[in-house]
């Protein structure tokens, strides 16, 4: 199972990004998927999942801003970003979970894609 996040880059704040994910070597509409970040020196966080069937959910930091998307007719997920904020900047993975719902548990995803910078000036 492989996944490739994409992407990333920098953007001003109150700037947009949309991240992609696809998902190779299983198949994706049976499994929850989920997108988390890292900011330098601080511990991996939740950012927003969506299950198999769609249900989503969102980090309280991000709601209203972000939204989360797959389409399982290509194996790929979205993150669509807005109103990016400097405290948005950090490295973005997407992960695809152990089970077909979602999760805001980073143990219960198996499978990680290596990450995209996202770097929001002020």
């Known amino acids: 199972v492989q996944l490739q996040a994409s992407g990333g880059g920098l953007v001003q704040a109150g700037g947009s990004l949309r991240l992609s994910c696809t998902v190779s070597?299983?198949?994706?509409?049976?499994?929850?998927m989920g997108w988390f970040r890292q900011a330098p020196g601080k511990e991996r966080e939740f950012v927003a999942t969506v299950s198999g069937s769609g249900r989503t959910a969102y980090a309280d930091s991000v709601k209203g801003r972000f939204t989360i998307s797959r389409d399982n007719t290509k194996n790929m997920g979205y993150l669509q970003m807005n109103s990016l904020e400097p405290e948005d900047t950090a490295v973005y993975y997407c992960?695809?979970?152990?089970?077909?719902?979602?999760?805001?548990?980073?143990?219960?995803?198996?499978?990680w894609g290596q990450g995209t910078q996202v770097t929001v000036s002020s």
């Open positions: 070597g299983r198949t994706f509409s049976s499994y929850g």
């Open positions: 992960a695809s979970a152990r089970f077909p719902y979602s999760s805001t548990t980073s143990r219960e995803y198996a499978y």
